[in-house]
């Protein structure tokens, strides 16, 4: 919908006798009997006649500014509330972004040497792996190798 301030091209502002004024010049410019045939002008004379009816009418014209100031307002707050989503989202990716930067140049994760030095535990990192007791029993002894001694002792045999 088109601000029926904007079709008579007057300010809000704008007295009854402004109003009547502009709706004449509009009149004449797009009046059907002007330009016999022209849709368009016929559109734009409705549009001008229906504008003016409204506010030359002084109980209306309180309704329509009414209307356009709770329209105003919503407009205002929808712009507040979209400013606020984006700085909170700007925030929260600044802190996160310096936060991995701050991170990473304190070494990132701790590595196996530096969980090895926490307080309170032994001096040293004992890692093993968990093998069933019964992994090794049926297997023959070249399977039961590392395959970097498979290949020697593959080696060996052939020479």
């Known amino acids: 919908m088109q601000d029926l301030?904007?079709?008579?091209?007057v300010a809000p502002e704008a007295s009854g006798a402004e109003i009547k004024a502009a709706f004449r010049n509009m009149a004449k410019t797009c009046h059907p009997d002007m330009k016999p045939g022209d849709r368009k002008a016929e559109a734009a004379f409705q549009e001008v006649k229906r504008a003016y009816e409204l506010l030359s009418n002084p109980e209306a014209r309180k309704v329509y500014d009414?209307?356009?100031?709770?329209?105003?307002?919503?407009?205002?707050?929808?712009?507040r509330r979209a400013a606020a989503t984006m700085s909170a989202s700007f925030v929260l990716t600044a802190v996160t972004v310096l936060?991995?930067?701050i991170w990473l140049q304190n070494g990132g994760a701790l590595s196996a040497r530096e969980l090895a030095e926490v307080p309170g535990q032994s001096g040293s990192?004992?890692?093993?792996?968990?093998?069933?007791p019964t992994a090794g029993k049926n297997l023959p002894a070249a399977r039961s190798k590392a395959p970097g001694q498979r290949?020697?002792?593959?080696?060996?045999k052939a020479e």
């Not at 105003?72 to 929808?78: I, P």
């Open 5 to 9: 301030y904007t079709v008579l091209h």
């Open 151 to 156: 290949a020697e002792a593959d080696h060996r």
């Open 66 to 79: 009414e209307f356009l100031a709770r329209r105003r307002a919503a407009k205002r707050r929808r712009l």
């Open 125 to 132: 990192l004992d890692v093993t792996r968990a093998v069933p």
């Open 99 to 101: 936060g991995a930067m």
